[in-house]
DNA sequence: GCAACTTTGTGCGTGTGTTCACAAGTACCT
DNA sequence: AGGTACTTGTGAACACACGCACAAAGTTGC
């Protein structure tokens, strides 16, 4: 599957297909450091620099670079700005994504004011809610609808992106409506697995999952400091292991 | 290193190490599709609808949970309430986890209130924030309190995980004061990476970083459709792709 | 008590992701 | 111009994860 003259379509061709789903999701975080050089003035970065300021191997984050093409210089390191542009154009950023968000409780709220999506090219142009009381208040400057609405919205605004903020039992079926209009893009808060058809992607945060995660290596520190503290041989000694994010 | 007196020991040592931290990120997720299932009154389930409504190949499904002992009856499936409470125990969840919740802007109402924590044994014991105006306030049935009293609040509630819900520029500072309590256990809303030394664990939830990978497979998705619609040979039609979670 | 059926637990092939280590390329100094 | 120092990009080994497919083990019905 490696013709000759894929190097000359590598460009066209791998920002198309071919970039690994891991790379993808640390695409996000490189960005951000990058960003955060940038305002600091820095010009150039090298790899170890960047890895270490982003979290990660220096060898991962070359290789994870090199998917999107040659974009260093040996011997000096990466251009902050060329490299913030080349990853923001390979996520998507450089055009504008129409979001709403359903459900305006306490994370909806949260999220209607979060900052962070704006800076991204995220801009939110409606939010939806159930409940007759908080339709018609006013949150971030847009005036909360209500979830009947939902496909007109979705039509009127130009909506590709639709955010799930609502209780468990309202999800599926808000996220059916969703996919109904055409979307095929849901972030979902809900504490539910979504089933959607083929073809439209579901990313899931869930809080309490994450907190889950970190009791069980708690526990499993606390378990091993007990072994330890219990004054057995050095057998164990060697398990001086770090968890990975 | 499988000696013949392991069979005996992995009650014992398996739950200590040895469960794959892929397993580990998906027991919430079981954890949470068995809860509905005994809520609803269901005995038993077998792995293949265990799988459906946690979403996962049933498969994996059982090896995880082959990671925590034989909990399942052949030709019959697990018992609902039993595999609820290994899961936990596994989990550390049969514990008291006390956290402080620091930053109490919108995110940190949002955590504050969310009642997704309290069922999985998490009490929120302080809420904490910088601005004066907030310290004071009552959320979530709690007084907020100032950052300064970090450490005492810390040692006199016994907290064991802390919740960074600060902007960007204040999570480092606090979570070294965290760390220097003797916190081991971070979960991350603030747009940065932290650094910590070894031994502590920090988990990162990262909103904008989610809608950046829905992004990227969005404008994949919109270049895809937009080679279809441009009449090409049908070369490319076996790409029906999908997304892992 | 035996046969037919169901479902778990797991060995194994496959694929994806990570890391090391180094050749190749670039800049700078003399 | 040639040598030295530095950094990228990547081949190759390794580690981890996934899912098929099936033997082992249990249940049900006769």
Redesign the pocket.
Known sequence: MTTPQDRLARDTRESVRGI????VARLPVYLRALTELAERGVAT????E?ATAAG?????L??D??HLG?????????EVEYLVYQISRELGLTQEWRVVIIGVGNLGHALANYGGFASRGFTVVALLDADPDVVGEHVAGLRVRSTDELEDVVAAEGVSIGVLATPGPAAQDLCDRLVGTGITSVLNFAPVVLSVPEGVDVRKVDLSTELQILAFHEQRKAARDAVHAAGLTAADEHDAEEV?Q
């Open positions: 690994p789903d891991a790379t970065v090298s790899s170890e960047l990660v191997n220096s060898a991962k070359r290789k670079l090199s040659s974009y260093g210089t040996r011997g000096v390191g990466y990975a």
